[in-house]
């Protein structure tokens, strides 16, 4: 009997004696891995030499699978930022190159899914499927795969769509001191897609647990949560998977982008971001600048954003629309990362924290708000009738203010604050309440022809609900209008038709 024989007859039946008969027809192969050693672990950042042929970017492994990315390299050493928790490594242990950059999966099976940057699933469904690996860097589409941005994104929010308009491929700021509802206009932006084929993505860069939970919530109970992904890097993450989440996240979009259709990806917010990216950049001993932040803070924000915009009917048509959240404080507009942003982006949403307080919500400060796209990529029905509201909004706060002094005033004067307050709470929307372009039309013609002059606030909000209730469903004139339809002659009498208030609406 020959010696091989018992083992031989312990792995019969069991599948591993085919096994190692292939593997014994295989010839072996020989591979050259280069290994280097952690010199020092410290937050979110490693120290590691013997990598002498490592690159910029490259991502490496450690033990225990954990992963880092090149972040500096200066002769034998390199300073990795660690995307994975340090709990477990030490200096001495091992680390290798891979060859490859960090990735994350893109494709249709992350609909309806929650997953870092890296495409690990943070929900309760498994593994994410049918996915492909993309690099989270790509370089933005030059000039000549761009088309001007003509088509709108409407938001359902009446003070932004008839006076601060967004289009398809534009690159929005939302900008404003904490709690004064900068997710919300983005959660409502995401919730009025419902008719669209707009696939949207959040991503969630240093926000707490509860606060994403309230958005996925949201989500699910509108039944949009199959037509979006979000992208979590929360506050216990470590600052490097902070710094890639909003790459990840347009590398997701981009795979939707390159097949025509249109994306919406939301970061909330940079100024997290710009944050960990600073932590990371201190840790690293690079030389800091302006309050603390790297010199190259710019270039890190303006890479990101330039992969917006809407590609040309060559490659598709689709488009990228991304809405950046940023943070104020004490309304300071001239900080350092905000002034960056503003100058990046085509324009912004400035939600002031004087409104909010008054109840004035969406606290949208139309003096400081502006888009730079403007009435391009604004319907032409909301064009008609909101075309001069921001300065007679303006008008009428300079005349308010004037009022308060308790001076005598004609009845022209007084006809004027009627009319202002009307518009003003016209404007005033409730969160979760997304309008169609319809209802929006129909309420500032209202408000603007003086149907709504001289009511009380809870008149003025029953009034709006009842012509509101009289646009919505199926009416037909609300499709024409939002694909683009003119407001003529016959559309204008239905609008007053609409907009007519009774004594029974107010």
């Given at each position: 009997m020959s010696a091989n024989a018992p083992y031989a007859a312990a792995l019969a039946g069991t599948g591993l004696e085919d096994a190692l008969a292939a593997a014994r027809e295989t010839p072996p192969s020989l591979g050259l891995a280069e290994i280097g050693r952690v010199l020092s672990v410290t937050a979110g950042v490693a120290t590691v030499s013997g990598l002498t042929g490592a690159v910029a970017e490259e991502l490496l492994l450690f033990k225990n699978g954990l992963r880092g990315q090149v972040g500096d390299l200066d002769g034998e050493r390199a300073g990795v930022i660690l995307l994975d928790p340090a709990e477990g490594l030490s200096a001495g242990d091992p680390v290798r190159r891979t060859g490859r950059v960090a990735e994350t999966p893109t494709g249709e099976g992350l609909l309806g899914r929650i997953v870092d940057p890296l495409g690990r699933p943070l929900d309760t469904l498994g593994p994410v499927a049918g996915t492909l690996a993309r690099p989270v860097e790509a370089e933005a589409p030059p000039i000549s795969h761009r088309a001007p941005v003509r088509r709108p994104l409407l938001t359902g929010l009446k003070v932004v769509d008839a006076a601060v308009p967004i289009g398809l491929g534009q690159?929005?700021?939302?900008?404003?001191?904490?709690?004064?509802?900068?997710?919300?206009?983005?959660?409502?932006?995401?919730?009025?897609q419902h008719a669209s084929e707009l696939v949207s993505i959040y991503?969630?860069?240093?926000?707490?647990?509860?606060?994403?939970?309230?958005?996925?919530?949201?989500?699910r109970e509108a039944e949009m949560m199959q037509r979006c992904?979000?992208?979590?890097?929360?506050?216990?993450?470590?600052?490097g998977l902070a710094f890639l989440a909003p790459y990840a996240a347009m590398t997701m979009a981009e795979h939707f982008v390159a097949k025509g259709r249109d994306a919406l990806v939301i970061f909330d917010d940079l100024t997290r971001h710009a944050r960990a990216y600073r932590e990371l950049s201190l840790l690293l001993r690079r030389p800091p600048g302006r309050e603390a932040y790297p010199g190259d803070i710019f270039y890190v924000h303006a890479r990101l954003l330039e992969r917006a915009g809407q590609l040309s009917a060559e490659l598709g048509g689709g488009s990228l629309t991304a809405l950046p959240v940023v943070e104020t404080q004490a309304e300071n507009l001239a900080a350092y990362i905000p002034t960056n942003l503003i100058s990046i982006t085509d324009g912004q949403v400035y939600l002031s924290p004087r409104l909010f307080e008054k109840g004035r919500l969406p606290a949208v400060d139309l003096g400081r708000?502006?888009?730079?796209?403007g009435g391009k990529a604004q319907l032409p029905a909301l064009r008609a009738?909101?075309?001069d509201l921001r300065i007679a909004l303006s008008q009428f706060e300079e005349l308010e203010t004037f009022a308060r002094l308790g001076t005598r005033l004609d009845a022209a004067t007084e006809a004027k604050l009627a009319r202002g307050r009307a518009v003003r709470g016209t404007l005033l929307q409730g969160e979760r309440a997304p309008l169609p372009p319809l209802a929006q039309v129909a309420q500032i013609a209202?408000?603007?022809?003086?149907?709504?002059?001289?009511?009380?606030?809870?008149?003025?909000?029953?009034?709006?609900?009842?012509?509101?209730?009289?646009?919505?469903?199926?009416?037909p004139?609300?499709?024409?209008?939002?694909?683009?339809?003119p407001l003529d002659d016959d559309a204008r009498a239905e609008i007053m038709r609409l907009g007519s208030v009774s004594d029974a609406d107010a």
């Open positions: 690159r929005q700021l939302i900008i404003g001191d904490r709690q004064t509802g900068k997710t919300s206009i983005a959660l409502d932006t995401i919730l009025n991503c969630a860069i240093g926000q707490r647990a509860d606060a994403v939970a309230r958005v996925v919530a949201a989500l992904i979000v992208v979590v890097a929360s506050g216990e993450a470590p600052p708000s502006v888009s730079r796209v009738v909101a075309g209202a408000a603007t022809e003086g149907r709504l002059d001289g009511l009380d606030p809870d008149a003025l909000d029953s009034a709006l609900a009842a012509i509101a209730g009289r646009s919505t469903g199926d009416h004139l609300g499709a024409a209008l939002a694909a683009g339809a």
